[in-house]
C-alpha cells in the first residue's frame, strides 16, 4: 500500500457576497425569499430527480490543482478521501508486495465554497480525475552497483530481497555443502525521488541484476549481468587410494630381475574440496583435506642385483660375461662352417624360459622380432663399434633404449626364427662383423 506523503498547504476560502443596497430592507427580503424557494426547488429536484444539489445552508469542497479546480465533494473527509484513493490507484497499478511513499508537486488545497448550485464528484470520480492531474513522484531506494545507479525499487526491503533471489538463482539457500555466496560487485542503497514509473518491482529488479533486462531471457547464458555471483561449497568423494610400491634390492637375484613379494592394493579416502563458481560456471576446484577410510596395501618388489660373470672353465679370456646363468647352458653349435653353411655365432641349450643376461653394460638398440632365421632378438650395442646378439628368444625383459648393466635379465631362451630346439644364439661383433664369442668368453669345455 502506497503511503500520503503531503507536500501541500490547505486553506479555507469562503465566497463573500456583497450588500449593494443594504439601505433597502425591502429588496433584501425579496433577495431571501428568492433564495427560499431556490432551495426548495433544489431540495425538491433532489428528492424527485435524484440530483447532488443541496441547501445553500450547507458547504461544498472543492479539490484545486495549481489553482484549477478540478473536482468537488460534499464533505472535507470525501475530499481527502479522493486524495488518498489517487494514491491508492498508483499501488494497485504498481501491483507490488512492497510499498513506497508517495509525493507530488503540483499545488493541492481543499477549498471551502458554499454550496449553491454545486454538481458534486463521487470519491472514486474525483480520485481518476485527480491522478491525471498531479504529478505524482515516488519516495524509492535506488540500487548502486560500484557507486553506479542501477535502478530504483520501493525499498529498501524490496532491494536486498532481489539481491538474495539473484544469489538463490546460482545457490540453492538449503544446500549445506554451500559455505559462501557474495558478489564481487560493490552494492550500495541510496534514497531517491524518482517517477513512479521508473520503480521496478520485485521480480523486475531480480531479472535486472541477473540479466541485465526485467525479463528472463529466452538464452540467459547470452544476458548481460549487472553483478557477478560466487559461490563457494564444499564437496566430498570417495575415491581410491593409491598403494605405493616399495623396492627392495635383494643380492641373491640376478641384476634386471624382479619378484613381487607382496602384492599392492588400493584403499580408500574421503577426500574433501573447495569448489568456486562463478555466475553458475566452475571456476576451480582445490583440495582441502582427506581422511583414510581403509589403509593401502604396499606392494613390495625385490630388486636383484647380482651379477653373473662367465665361470665355465679357463679356455677363454673371460671378456665378456656368459649369457646364462653360473653353471648353466651346453654348446650345441659352435661358430664357423657346418654342413648348413656358416654360423656367426655360438649356440647355447638351455630350456624354453630360461633367463639370460647381458654379456656386457650397453645400451639395447633392438629388441623385436626379426626375419631371417633369428626370430625374437635382443641387441646391445656396448660401444667402439662392439655389439652382442641374443637370438631366438621367447620372451624378452629389455625394451629399445634401455641401457643395461653387466648380468642384467634381457630375456628368455625360447624357439623362435628358424631353430630345431630351444637355444640362444649368441653373437659378438666387432663393426658388424661376427667373431667367435668363445674366443672371449670364460666358457670352459
Known sequence: ???????????????????????????????????????LLCFAFLVIGGFNVISATSNAYVLVVDGEEVATLVSWNEAEAAITQCMENQSLAFLD??????????????????????????????????GDKLHLQANATAVMINDQKAFCVANETAALEAVKNAKNYYADPTDPAVSSVYTTEKITLTGVTVECSSV??????????????TEKPEDPKVADTLITVNVERYEVETIPLPYKTIR???????????????VGVDGLQEVTNKITEVNGVP?????????????????????GTYITYASRGQNGSGE???????????ISSRFGWRSMGWHSGVDIADPVGTVLYAAEAGTVIYA????????????????????TRYAHCDEFLVEEGDYVERGTAIGTIGMTGRTTGPHVHFEIRFDDNPVDPLLYLDYGE
Open 248 to 262: 627392495n634390492e635383494n643380492n641373491t637375484l640376478a641384476r634386471g630381475t624382479e619378484e613381487i613379494t607382496s
Open 283 to 303: 571456476h576451480s576446484n582445490v583440495f582441502v583435506s582427506s581422511v583414510v577410510i581403509e589403509e593401502a596395501v604396499d606392494e613390495i618388489i625385490e630388486v
Open 200 to 213: 521496478l518491482s520485485l521480480n523486475q529488479a531480480t531479472n535486472m541484476l541477473l540479466f541485465g533486462q
Open 320 to 330: 665378456y660375461g656368459w649369457p646364462l646363468a653360473e653353471g648353466t647352458g651346453t
Open 1 to 39: 500500500m502506497i503511503k500520503l506523503v503531503q507536500n501541500r498547504h490547505v486553506h479555507e476560502a469562503t465566497y463573500i457576497k456583497a450588500q449593494k443596497n443594504k439601505e433597502k430592507a425591502h429588496s433584501k427580503r425579496t433577495q431571501r425569499i428568492v433564495s427560499s424557494v431556490v432551495v
Open 368 to 387: 623385436d622380432y626379426i626375419s631371417g632365421g633369428y626370430g625374437n632378438l635382443v641387441t646391445i650395442d656396448h660401444g667402439d663399434g662392439v655389439e
Open 97 to 130: 508486495e512492497y510499498s513506497y511513499d508517495v509525493s507530488y508537486t503540483n499545488d493541492l488545497v481543499i477549498e471551502t465554497i458554499p454550496a449553491i448550485n454545486v454538481v458534486y464528484n463521487d470519491v472514486a470520480e474525483a480520485a481518476v480525475i485527480l
